[in-house]
């Protein structure tokens, strides 16, 4: 079965600092990685995918994430973040079946 | 229509009363979830259908949630009889399918279901 863990409830960062949030993933196979921003009272958006090929995958709104198998990580980064980032993120893998399994979401509040 | 729109966008109910959400996938998306979010939770599996084939129920927390889809179009979740613990945001999402896992799923907005 397909897991995902996002080890950070909250993550506090200070408007113009760098960003990574946490993934770690469980698929036995290669897996079909997502990460997906939720503002808040909206439903879900994709940031970015990994499928295959490059590791290191860019995304919407300066985002960007790198697939590391061996240590079964798929983390969100962002060198400058805004204050309109944010939300919400969750983090989901597939591959196992067609339904996606998510994390339970981290939190990132910006300081001005 | 151009997003999954789904409806209502809230719905306060009594509890011990039935209520039915709706969701519109996005034309021609042959797969549909719907996922139940409470507050500062994940996101939980609830169904997921695809084209005509028997739907995946294995989400579905009791035999008080059922949902129905009519080919590849409109979708309804229904909670009867409805408790306290049913409150949450639930999201219904599409795609297209394609192998396992490997296509982004398009979110509604969700409907917010509170139970007083």
């Known amino acids: 079965a397909q897991s995902v863990t996002q080890p950070d409830i909250h993550i506090t960062v200070s408007e113009g600092a760098s960003l990574e949030l946490r993934c770690n993933y469980s698929y036995g196979a290669t897996p079909y990685l997502f990460w997906y921003v939720q503002s808040p009272g909206q439903g879900l958006q994709l940031l970015l995918k990994?499928?295959?090929?490059?590791?290191l995958v860019q995304g919407i709104k300066g985002f960007e994430a790198e697939f590391k198998r061996s240590q079964s990580s798929f983390n969100l980064r962002k060198p400058s973040v805004h204050w309109s980032d944010a939300a919400e993120y969750f983090c989901?893998?597939?591959?196992?079946?067609?339904?996606?399994?998510f994390g339970r979401g981290t939190s990132l509040i910006v300081h001005p | 229509g151009a997003g999954v729109s789904q409806s209502p966008s809230n719905k306060v109910t009594e509890k011990g009363k039935d209520v039915e959400l709706r969701c519109d996938p996005i034309s021609g998306h042959t797969a549909l979830y719907w996922y139940r979010q409470r507050l500062g939770q994940g996101l939980e599996f609830l169904i997921y259908?695809?084209?005509?084939?028997?739907?995946?129920k294995s989400g579905l927390p009791s035999d008080r949630f059922s949902a129905e889809r009519t080919g590849e179009s409109v979708s309804t979740l229904t909670i009867q009889r409805t408790q306290q613990e049913d409150s949450a945001v639930y999201l219904c999402?599409?795609?297209?399918?394609?192998?396992?896992?490997?296509?982004?799923?398009?979110f509604g907005q969700g409907t917010r279901l509170t139970v007083v």
């Open positions: 990994y499928f295959s090929g490059d590791t």
């Open positions: 999402a599409s795609s297209s399918r394609g192998m396992k896992g490997n296509t982004e799923a398009f």
């Open positions: 989901a893998v597939g591959g196992g079946s067609y339904i996606p399994t």
């Open positions: 259908f695809q084209g005509n084939s028997a739907p995946d």
